[in-house]
């Protein structure tokens, strides 16, 4: 008797081998083919499908908005155990950046019904990336945030849509995620940590910027810096009264709304850091040039490595 979680892996199976067939005989690009076009709509669509197929197969392992409230307060300060792995991207004479780690930047998104028909909506839509061939995919922790009853998935770069079956670890503070796909069995492609970037190093970006999926911007990095404190919020083994001020990477690589959990890449094409919020710095109220300066400048803050490592630790 075939279970719904196995009935859930062959129709998701069948969506992806479904959708190539579509593609190829469209003529739309996979989202990974550098040369390509990328059709946004297409895109959107196929995870909207995709996830619902998923749901609608009855497999109860598809993280609901309810489910990662809980999970992100219990799962802070975990570790990810992170095993080898053989499906490392890796950079070679013959492939660029963009395609060497393409294939392990992932969607990560919901849906959700709006009660008054029965189809299911996009909701969110940001940004992610593999982090083990086991299915291990980083994140922004406010992506999980979404209102009651969403749907959690994730989308690949060839169109293939796995479910978020629940958080690892998490950490609010620093505005980062581990979650656990279910890639039914599947072995994906994976990206490697680097060293922390200096500041002026040359930095990429690859994200998905206003639903524009798969844009890079390069950039530098221009400084490491703390925010103020937070006294309310700690992590289980804290003493009481100590706050949490982590480390946060500004970069000059331009980013929007959606690319949010966007690996952020030294010329190696490892993961130095990830897309996580804008601050937008004006002229004083009183200052005599308002006028003329207006929005002086736009910081681009991202996790730092420091954060990503300290929820990760090597398997046994």
Not at 235 to 249: N, S
């Amino acid at each position: 008797m075939t279970t719904p979680l196995q009935a859930s892996r062959l129709i998701r199976n069948h969506i992806s081998l479904s959708l190539l067939w579509l593609v190829l005989m469209s003529g739309i690009s996979p989202a990974a083919s550098p040369a390509g076009v990328v059709d946004d709509t297409a895109l959107a669509r196929r995870f909207v499908e995709g996830l619902a197929a998923v749901v609608a197969a009855g497999d109860n392992f598809t993280l609901t908005s309810e489910q990662a409230a809980r999970q992100l307060a219990t799962a802070a300060g975990n570790q990810a155990p992170l095993p080898l792995t053989e499906t490392l991207c890796t950079l070679q004479a013959d492939r660029s950046l963009y395609k060497a780690v393409t294939p392990a930047i992932v969607v990560v998104g919901s849906i959700y019904k709006c009660g008054n028909c029965a189809d299911w909506h996009l909701g969110g839509m940001a940004s992610g990336w593999i982090l083990s061939a086991d299915g291990l995919v980083v994140t922004n922790h406010h992506v999980l945030g979404e209102s009651a009853s969403h749907r959690f998935g994730v989308m690949t770069a060839d169109g293939t849509v796995y479910p978020i079956s629940r958080v690892v670890a998490a950490d609010e503070a620093g505005d980062a995620v581990i979650v656990r796909i279910d890639t039914g069995g599947s072995r994906l492609p994976s990206l490697m940590l680097g060293t922390p970037a200096d500041c002026g190093d040359d930095v990429t970006v690859i994200s998905h910027p206003a639903g524009r999926f798969y844009s890079l911007t390069t950039g530098v990095v221009s400084r490491y810096h703390r925010q103020p404190p937070e006294p309310t919020k700690f992590t289980p083994d804290q003493p009481a009264g100590q706050t949490i001020r982590p480390v946060w990477m500004s970069i000059t690589a331009d980013y929007a709304v959606g690319s949010s959990g966007g690996p952020v890449f030294d010329e190696a094409g490892r993961v130095v850091g990830m897309v996580s919020r804008t601050y937008s710095s004006q002229a004083g109220r009183n200052h005599r040039r308002q006028s003329t300066l207006g929005e002086q400048m736009v910081f681009k803050d991202c996790v730092s490595l420091d954060t990503l490592q300290r929820l990760i630790r090597p398997a046994p």
